[in-house]
Every structure is written in C-alpha cells, then in structure tokens.
C-alpha cells in the first residue's frame, strides 16, 4: 500500500498494448531483460571486461556487477513499485536514447541495473497517476536515497531533460520489443528466493547494489 509522503499524483498513463498486458508478470519484463542482457553481454566484450574510460554512464558504475539477475530486478521494481508496465518500455527508450546520444558510453553490467531503476522511475512520474517518491524507488532498487537523487539529475541532463515520449514513438519502441521477444521459457516467480527483499530494508540500511 501507499504510505503518507510515499506516494505522488501525477498525469493519465499511456494507452497500454498487448505486450503490456498487465498479468502477474507483464510479458514486457521478460522481453526487456533478454534484450538488455543480450545488450550487456555484448558490450562487457566491447568493453573487456567494463573498463569505464571515458564512458559518460560512469556516474550509473559500480564496483561489481549486482548479484541479482535484470530479470529478477525488473521483477521487483514492477512488483513493490505497482508502476504501469507502459514506464518499463519508456525507461527503456530512455536508455536507448542515452546510447545514441552517446555512443562511446556502454551499458554494461557494471551500469544497467542503476540505469534501468532511475529510468523506470523518473518514466513513473512522468505516466503514472500515482507514483512512489525516490526514497521508496531506492529502498526496492538497492541504493541509497542520496544516491538515487543523483542518479536522477544524471540522467535528466544527459537526456537534456527530454523525457517526453510521444504516442508514435512510444508504439514503435513496443513494436521492437515485441520483435525481439525471446523464445518461450518456463519463469521462476518473482515470490520465489532473490537477492535483496523488500521486508529487509524495513529493518536496516537499503541493502546495495554492487554494479
């Protein structure tokens, strides 16, 4: 539920399509985490192993790669967060826009896990009618609040804060994905064991993502 200061109310969302159909885990996770995993994979071998010289993205670096796979953290930011499934496909061209933008900055493993939950948010307040506030997104992504805020302005100026997504390009974003849909796969649910757990960073400091 939506705590007192936690939650913010903000503009209609996005007409939703069929790869959004919002079931217990939207179809769009799946195929946005093979993409971004096939991605990765490809540039840790560009990159020899996520050097980070003269990568833009280094603000999003960590020092190891988290331990919690992009599936399961999609997982999790979709179910503690409740955010539409249309923020996972604009946090997506978010990214993509970065990559065009710059494209000697890598998104590598070292980086994808922080990208990916600052984009979904910063996607959230821009679609969602109501939407969690950063210190929530940081407890279910594993960073700190500080850090989150950061995160965000990072990306609002490397996007030169053009976070707008028109109708047009945001049905040809998911007509992409739906593309690169991967072949069918039996999936662990998100309520089985993970990494990091909601419950825990009630109790204790957010508990890190080691990117």
Known sequence: ?????????????LTEPIILDATATPRVLTILSYVLEKLVSRNDRLSDG???AGNILTAFHG?????????????????????SP??????????????????????VSLNVHRL???????????????????????????????????????????LDFGVCVSSRVFESYCQHLENQSPPPITLISVDD??????????????PQLRA
């Open 193 to 206: 064991v993970t990494d990091i757990s909601v419950e825990d960073t009630h109790n204790s400091s957010p």
């Open 116 to 158: 990916v939950v600052t984009s979904v948010m910063v996607a959230s307040k821009i679609l969602d009618d109501v939407h969690y506030n950063n210190a929530f997104y940081a407890r279910v992504g594993g960073v700190s609040n500080a850090e989150l805020n950061r995160l965000e302005i990072e990306l609002l100026f490397l």
């Open 63 to 83: 020092v190891r790669s988290p331990a919690i796979s992009l599936e399961k953290y999609l997982e999790r930011i979709y179910k503690y967060t409740n955010c």
């Open 1 to 13: 539920m939506l705590t007192g200061g936690e939650a913010q109310h903000r503009q209609p969302r």
């Open 86 to 107: 249309a923020c996972f496909v604009v946090g997506f061209v978010y990214i993509d826009r970065l990559v065009h933008k710059y494209p000697d900055s890598l998104v």
């Open 50 to 52: 996520g050097g980070s």
